[in-house]
């Protein structure tokens, strides 16, 4: 099993930076794509950015310019670290954990994992 805790979330004006951030742990040998997604009151969710193990980066077009994704590999986190906020930022941020790789008992790479994982999500309010 792997857990994803976020944290960083908070209350911040328009223009203001927030940096979230997103620890994995658990039988871990490699996570391929570590990303964010958001939903938004009344909307669904949308992917806002994501990075892979060798730090191939992609972000939604309204982020872009604003928002740097990063990820330490050794300590399995991704970071989020966002600029120039606005109040349509405003949503649940969830960190996710795609082609996962457990280690098996002698830290070999064990099984694939054929879903993702995520985080319970964390609320970034920006005011106006």
């Known amino acids: 099993q792997v857990h994803l805790v976020e944290s960083g979330g908070g209350l911040v004006q328009a223009g203001g930076s927030l940096e979230l951030s997103c620890a994995a742990s658990?039988?871990?040998?490699?996570?391929?794509?570590m990303g964010w997604y958001r939903r938004a009151p009344g909307k669904q969710r949308e992917k806002v950015a994501s990075i892979t193990t060798g730090g191939i980066t992609d972000y939604t077009d309204s982020v872009k310019g604003r928002f740097t994704i990063s990820r330490d590999n050794a300590k399995n986190t991704v970071y989020l670290k966002m600029n120039s906020l606005k109040p349509e930022d405003t949503a649940v941020y969830y960190c996710?954990?795609?082609?996962?790789?457990?280690?098996?008992?002698?830290?070999?790479?064990?099984?694939?994992?054929?879903?993702?994982?995520w985080g319970q999500g964390t609320q970034v309010t920006v005011s106006p």
């Open positions: 658990g039988s871990i040998f490699s996570i391929g794509t």
């Open positions: 996710n954990a795609a082609a996962v790789y457990h280690s098996d008992a002698i830290g070999y790479r064990g099984t694939y994992v054929p879903y993702d994982y």
